[in-house]
């Protein structure tokens, strides 16, 4: 199965910076990959699939670029509400798995 | 708009089955083309695919789990069912039911999920 490797672990920045968070996996997974954030007490939130196209209502602040095995999420200008923890995940096949997640937090 | 709801135990001993069922509300699990399906989420293991199914045929499972997991539907109450024998603490996550879509164009993401219900496992 692939392994999602997501980078850093914990990301500290303040509101108005740009975030960069990254997502290798262990053998090409094409485009196929998405980006989810989560909440305390939340489900997952389709934020990104297929690499890049924003999921439906989310803000274009919001961006995912990358293909094989190199993945990047970027949000452009941090809000309040954008302090959570986000995941990767492929699609290539079955089994589809989710990388361990990236814990963004106010500095 | 979507729903989707798990129901089941809290609490389940260790060796014995977790069963857990998904409501959808607000669309037709036999009535449209995606995959319905389970995740679960511990902070060991993070977030893990259990299985996904088509109502009509196809179903996957994670091979970890293949041996201990059924997924089965019941299209006349529009829910589906996770049944997971012989636990252990290893076992003890949130679960979330979740849809995502069945051709190749979105098959695997997964954009929408239930609340999700955490199941301990313990004697």
């Known amino acids: 199965e692939v392994v999602l490797t997501q980078s850093p672990a914990t990301l500290s920045l303040s509101p108005g910076e740009r975030a960069t968070l990254s997502c290798r996996a262990s053998q090409s997974v094409s485009s196929y990959l998405a980006w989810y954030q989560q909440k305390p007490g939340q489900a997952p939130r389709l934020l990104i699939y297929d690499a890049s196209n924003r999921a439906t209502g989310v803000p274009a602040r919001f961006s995912g670029s990358g293909s094989g095995t190199d993945f990047t999420l970027t949000i452009s200008s941090l809000e309040p509400e954008d302090f959570a923890v986000y995941f990767c995940q492929h699609r290539s096949n079955w089994p589809v798995t989710f990388g361990q997640g990236t814990k963004l937090e106010i500095k | 708009q979507l729903q989707m709801q798990e129901s089941g135990p809290g609490l389940v001993k260790p060796s014995e089955t977790l069963s857990l069922t998904c409501t959808v509300s607000?669309?037709?699990?036999?009535?449209?083309?995606?995959?319905w399906g389970w995740i679960r989420q511990s902070p060991g293991k993070g977030l893990e695919w259990i299985g996904s199914f088509y109502y009509s045929g196809s179903t996957y499972y994670n091979p970890s789990l293949k041996s201990r997991v059924t997924i089965s539907v019941d299209t006349s109450k529009n829910h589906f069912s996770l049944k997971l024998g012989s636990v252990t603490a290893a076992d003890t996550a949130v679960y979330y039911c979740a849809r995502s879509g069945f051709w190749s164009a979105d098959v695997g993401i997964f954009d929408s999920w239930g609340q999700g219900t955490l199941v301990t496992v313990s004697s």
């Open positions: 607000g669309g037709s699990i036999s009535g449209s083309t995606y995959y």
